[in-house]
């Protein structure tokens, strides 16, 4: 048994690297800025061992599963950071789903993917429902950062399927957090930031598995920015819009659950996959729009009318699917994954910047119609802005769910509504690979989310936002909700070796 110990240590040794730990983007795009060391766990008992030496000699520790950041908030900047790498930590256990049972429960490590997940579950006929996310991100990630499907009628915050959270601590031993909406350690833990330590496991919540359709359609832009965006959305298991600014117009995308004999479609859905040709295509007309409005025109343009189309293969025999609505698993048809054969946008060097903000869904149609007012101003300057993006602006929207530090919790100090939900607005755009790789009009960007913070009661993805934004937006967290997190998280790490830029921000240590 010691000799099986040693090698485990050994391979933890030597797979550590002195280097930026990167996004999901890769070299290049930092999620921290310059770490110790990267070890590559393997066991729950392995990223244990290594805390317990971390806390013994205060070293900064940052837990990692695919990297899913945009921006080198992750870690401090303290350079002897270690990052502990959880993908390989991911067994998957104890199914409890009886036949005729409304819902179960499943047990998961700290690496399990949704895609992986989803094919344990869907081959033992279960499903996690509607709390899921991207493919190629970890639940447990997901939970720590906050991370949420869109939706205003289905519970879609990622945290509100897990029952219980297992976390290693910051003296190395684990602590089961489970669901009590009474318990701060429980509101803590469920968009903890990563800084009350790993999640090492959790037991999630499972139902029978079932089928969903996808329908979209277009509308105009004054139909959204002056309609009932609320009822557009909440009669849906999940939905949202795309927004094309330069032509008007949203994609209207909406999901939800048919009779499992309805159809025997099997649709897949793919929102990143591309070939290397289209790659360079895109790239062809995406660089010169560093320089060039009217590239950043066409690159909107021909975006849209790729959109329109459904973005799903058929799962039995790869062909693509062409007329809406699409049928099939629930996974595969929400979220989907690759297509066989086909890369992701950035491995073929398509890499992007973003903004997300989240604002309370009754004020939705006042911070369309700013961000609309931006783009007109910006025109009017003679810098007519566009989306450079695949999909075009996301926007998307979260049913109210109560912790201390997420984008859809209630009760807070700002006098705002948000028991109706949350709309976010998620502004992606395309990161040019020439020059200064800066964007076109690149301070349209920062003056829109000043200008955006500034106005409105809002709060910022975990992920998805650099300093700059956390910076602006520290002062819309509740101070009480900071106060009470903060207690807990002194609770969990006493000596403070989990660290974030994000919460040195918001001033969740002394």
């Not at 343009?301 to 799962?315: C, G, M, R």
């Not at 709309?423 to 009009?441: A, C």
């Amino acid at each position: 048994m010691f000799y099986l110990y040693a090698i485990g240590v050994l391979t933890l040794a030597w797979s550590c690297h002195a280097e930026p730990f990167n996004t999901f983007d890769g070299p290049g795009h930092p999620a921290c800025n310059n770490v110790a060391k990267v070890y590559n766990a393997t066991s729950v008992e392995q990223m244990q061992s290594i805390v317990r030496d971390a806390a013994k000699s205060d070293t900064p520790v940052r837990a990692s599963g695919k990297g899913h950041m945009w921006y080198d908030t992750m870690c401090s900047d303290d350079p002897t950071t270690i990052i502990i790498r959880t993908e390989d930590v991911n067994k998957i256990s104890d199914l409890n789903l009886p036949e005729g049972a409304s819902e179960g429960s499943v047990m998961i490590e700290a690496g399990v993917t949704f895609l992986q997940l989803a094919e344990y579950l869907h081959e033992n006929g279960a499903s996690v429902g509607y709390t899921l996310v991207n493919w190629n991100i970890t639940l447990a990630g997901s939970i720590a950062m906050g991370a949420h499907r869109s939706s205003l009628r289905e519970d879609s915050m990622v945290a509100a399927g897990a029952l219980e959270l297992h976390i290693i601590d910051g003296t190395g031993n684990i602590t089961v957090v489970k669901r009590d909406n009474n318990n701060d350690d429980w509101l803590a833990a469920s968009t903890s930031l990563g800084l009350l330590g790993v999640i090492a496991r959790i037991k999630f919540k499972v139902y029978p598995d079932f089928k969903v359709y996808a329908q979209q359609k277009i509308l105009t832009e004054d139909e959204v920015l002056n309609g009932d965006i609320y009822e557009m959305i909440q009669p849906y298991a999940t939905a949202n819009f795309w927004w094309w600014p330069f032509l008007k117009k949203f994609h209207h995308r909406y999901y939800d659950k048919i009779d499992i004999n309805n159809s025997t479609q099997e649709g897949f859905q793919s929102t990143f996959s591309v070939t290397k040709t289209e790659a360079d295509l895109a790239l062809g007309i995406l660089n010169p729009g560093k320089y060039l409005a009217t590239s950043n025109q066409l690159a909107e343009t021909t975006f849209f009318a790729l959109w329109s189309a459904p973005n799903f293969h058929e799962k039995t025999t790869d062909k693509a699917i062409l007329t809406w609505p699409v049928y099939g698993w629930n996974y595969d048809v929400l979220i989907g994954g690759l297509y066989p054969g086909y890369g992701t946008e950035w491995d073929f060097g398509l890499r992007g910047l973003t903004l997300e903000l989240a604002f309370p869904v009754t004020q939705a149609n006042a911070v369309l119609k700013r961000v609309r007012k931006a783009f007109d101003d910006s025109a009017a300057a003679g810098k007519p802005m566009t989306s450079t993006y695949r999909s075009g602006i996301n926007i998307k929207f979260g049913k109210a769910y109560f912790d201390l530090l997420g984008q859809v919790t209630t009760n807070t100090s700002d006098g705002a509504d948000w028991s109706q939900g949350a709309i976010m607005f998620d502004f992606p755009s395309f990161q040019p690979t020439i020059g200064d790789k800066l964007r076109y009009n690149e301070p349209f960007y920062h003056n829109l989310a000043q200008a955006l913070i500034t106005e409105f009661p809002c709060r910022p993805h975990w992920t998805k936002n650099t300093r700059e934004v956390f910076t602006l937006a520290k002062d819309k967290i509740d101070a009480t909700h900071l106060a009470r997190f903060k207690k807990a998280r002194e609770k969990f790490d006493p000596n403070g070796i989990f660290k974030s830029i994000v919460g040195q921000i918001l001033g969740l240590y002394d």
